[in-house]
């Protein structure tokens, strides 16, 4: 049974840093890209940033590029998200998941096949 589970959101101030991260178990993970998407009360789930196979290829949304860095380590079958600067506006649950297409990083949530079930960052002002 595939699991990815998160961890490590919880309540920042504005300007300050977090990091979560995402462990699997069930997955070949060396053969997923990996991404964090968020979504905001009352708002779409969006992708914010995925990283090829190998973790030589990254890609972010405008949203938090310069102050987000996704990482992953395939020995522990972690991805990792560092969030930099944070804003209220970056408010969300965050999800990682999990992406069989190889040739491009996706940024549909229809192009994941396997999701986490969330870690809520919440950015007070």
């Known amino acids: 049974q595939v699991q990815l589970v998160e961890s490590g959101g919880g309540l920042v101030q504005a300007g300050d840093s977090l990091s979560v991260s995402c462990t699997n178990s069930?997955?070949?993970?060396?053969?997923?890209?990996m991404a964090w998407f968020r979504q905001a009360p009352g708002k779409e789930r969006e992708f914010i940033a995925g990283?090829?196979?190998?973790?030589?290829?990254?890609r972010y949304a405008d949203s938090v590029k310069g102050r987000f860095t996704i990482s992953r380590d395939n020995a522990k079958d972690t991805v990792y998200l560092q969030m930099t600067s944070l804003k209220p506006e970056d408010t969300a649950v965050y999800y990682c998941?999990?992406?069989?297409?190889?040739?491009?990083?996706?940024?549909?949530?229809?192009?994941?096949?396997?999701w986490g079930q969330g870690t809520q960052v919440t950015v007070s002002s």
């Open positions: 069930g997955l070949t993970f060396s053969r997923y890209a």
């Open positions: 998941a999990a992406s069989l297409v190889r040739i491009r990083i996706p940024i549909l949530n229809s192009e994941y096949t396997y």
């Open positions: 990283m090829s196979l190998s973790g030589s290829s990254t």
